[in-house]
C-alpha cells in the first residue's frame, strides 16, 4: 500500500508577503527611467564592444587560429552588461539610503531583510533575459564578422548554447552580488567604484596573481562562464559559475545581517 506524502504549502500570510515585496520591487525598478537608460547603454556598449573585438582578430597567425575562441570573442560584451547592469543593482539599494527613502520602505515592510533579498530577487531576474538577449545579438554579430575570417562557429557547435546560458547567470549573478555590495556599503559611488573594481579591475590586475589564485577572482570567473575552449588559468564553467554563486552568496548574506540593524 503506497502512502502519499504531504507537504504543507507555505503560509498565507508569509506569500503575501513575499509577493508584496517582490511587487514593490518590482514596480520601483521598472517605473525609473535610469532603469531603461542603463539597459540601453549596456546593450550598445557590449554589442558595440563584441564587433570591435571581432574585428581583431583578423590579424591571427596561422598557430594561434586552431586555439581561438570564437564563442567567448563573440560573447566578450557579457563583462560590460554585468558590471553596468551590476552599478544598476547598487543603485537599487544605494538611492533609498541617498533620499532617505529606505526609511519609508522599512516602516511600511518591517521585514528589512526580506526587503533586500526581494531587491536581490528582482534584479536578478530582470537582468538574465537582458543579458542572454545581449548574448545572442552579441555571438549572432561576432559569427558574421568571424566569418569573414573563416573562424566562425554555428550555434550548434558543442559549447555555445552552454556559453551563451551562462553568461547571462554570471550576469544575474554580478547582479546579485552588485545588491549585496550596495546593502554593505550604501553609498552609490563607492559601491559602484568596488563593483566595477570587482569585476573589471580583477580582470586586469589578477595578472599579478598566480593563476592558481586568479582563477578565483570574479571577473576572471565571468570569462571563465564564456569560454569553449578552456585555456590555463581559467576555471571550467560550470565551476565559474558556482565560483560567482558563491560570491554572491556572501555578498548578500553579509548585506542581510547588515541591514538587520536598525541604522537606516
Known amino acids: 500500500m503506497s502512502t502519499t506524502t504531504y507537504s504543507p504549502p507555505l503560509p498565507a500570510g508569509l ?51 586552431p586555439n581561438f575562441d570564437a564563442t567567448s570573442a563573440s560573447l566578450f560584451g557579457i563583462i560590460i552588461v554585468a558590471t553596468l547592469l551590476g552599478a544598476l543593482a547598487v543603485r537599487t539599494v544605494t ?48 559569427q558574421r564578422i568571424l566569418a569573414g575570417q573563416h573562424l566562425q562557429v554555428a550555434l550548434s557547435h558543442p559549447g555555445v548554447p552552454q556559453a551563451i546560458v551562462f553568461g547571462a547567470v554570471a550576469a544575474s549573478l554580478v547582479a546579485i ?12 559611488a563607492a559601491a559602484t567604484t568596488t563593483l566595477t573594481m570587482i569585476i573589471v579591475g580583477d580582470v586586469i590586475l589578477g595578472q599579478l596573481l598566480p593563476a592558481g589564485l586568479r582563477q578565483y577572482l570574479p571577473g576572471t570567473a565571468v570569462q571563465a562562464a564564456i569560454t569553449v575552449h578552456r585555456s590555463a588559468g581559467l576555471l571550467t564553467p560550470n565551476a565559474a559559475i558556482a565560483v560567482l554563486g558563491a560570491y554572491a ?16
Not at 517582490?22 to 521598472?30: D, F
Not at 552580488?177 to 552609490?188: A, E
Not at 556572501?250 to 537606516?264: P, Y
Request: charge should be positive; hydrophobic fraction near 55%.
Open 177 to 188: 552580488i552588485g545588491v549585496g555590495v550596495g546593502g554593505l556599503i550604501r553609498h552609490t
Open 95 to 142: 538611492a533609498e539610503y541617498a533620499t532617505g527613502m529606505i526609511r519609508s520602505t522599512f516602516s511600511a515592510m518591517p521585514a528589512r531583510r526580506l526587503v533586500i533579498a526581494a531587491k536581490a530577487a528582482t534584479v536578478a531576474a530582470f537582468v538574465l533575459p537582458i543579458a542572454l538577449l545581449c548574448d545572442v545579438a552579441g555571438f549572432a554579430l561576432g
Open 15 to 65: 506569500t503575501t508577503t513575499i509577493n508584496r515585496h517582490l511587487k514593490g520591487e518590482w514596480t520601483k525598478l521598472r517605473t525609473l527611467p535610469s532603469t531603461w537608460r542603463t539597459v540601453a547603454l549596456a546593450a550598445t556598449l557590449a554589442i558595440g564592444l563584441t564587433g570591435a573585438v571581432d574585428v581583431q582578430q583578423a590579424g591571427l597567425t596561422a598557430q594561434q587560429r
Open 249 to 264: 552568496t556572501i555578498a548578500l548574506a553579509a548585506a542581510l545581517i547588515r541591514v538587520a540593524h536598525r541604522d537606516a
